[in-house]
């Protein structure tokens, strides 16, 4: 089981920026597979944007050229830069990994650890 932490949520007007970070814990990093996921109340968790080596970075289509998954392993951090935010982005997000490299193949893939999630609004 992987500790996930999730930092850098808050409220923004639209077209604001934000940066949530991930550290895991450092004793069960897996650099293999992480993600970020997001929920609006009443629905269904959705990924937004996945990273790992063999497959590198993966983004749901409503965020792509506006969001940024990158990582820092040194750190055992993975980041989501959040540009051009919309009203719409607005959600719990949620820090996803996985030791197998394989789930980050796609997005609809089950994740085995999860952080307890942060919330983003954005304002119109």
């Known amino acids: 089981q992987v500790q996930l932490d999730e930092s850098g949520g808050g409220s923004v007007q639209s077209g604001g920026s934000l940066t949530l970070s991930c550290v895991a814990d450092?004793?069960?990093?897996?650099?293999?597979?992480m993600a970020w996921f997001r929920q609006i109340p009443g629905k269904h968790r959705e990924g937004v944007a996945s990273i790992s080596t063999r497959f590198g970075t993966l983004y749901d289509d409503s965020v792509k050229g506006r969001f940024t998954i990158s990582r820092d392993d040194a750190q055992n951090t993975v980041y989501l830069q959040m540009n051009g935010l919309k009203p719409e982005d607005s959600a719990t997000y949620y820090c996803a990994a996985d030791s197998l490299e394989n789930t980050c193949r796609s997005l609809y893939n089950r994740f085995h650890d999860w952080g307890q999630g942060i919330l983003v609004t954005v304002s119109s």
């Open positions: 450092a004793g069960t990093y897996s650099n293999d597979c």
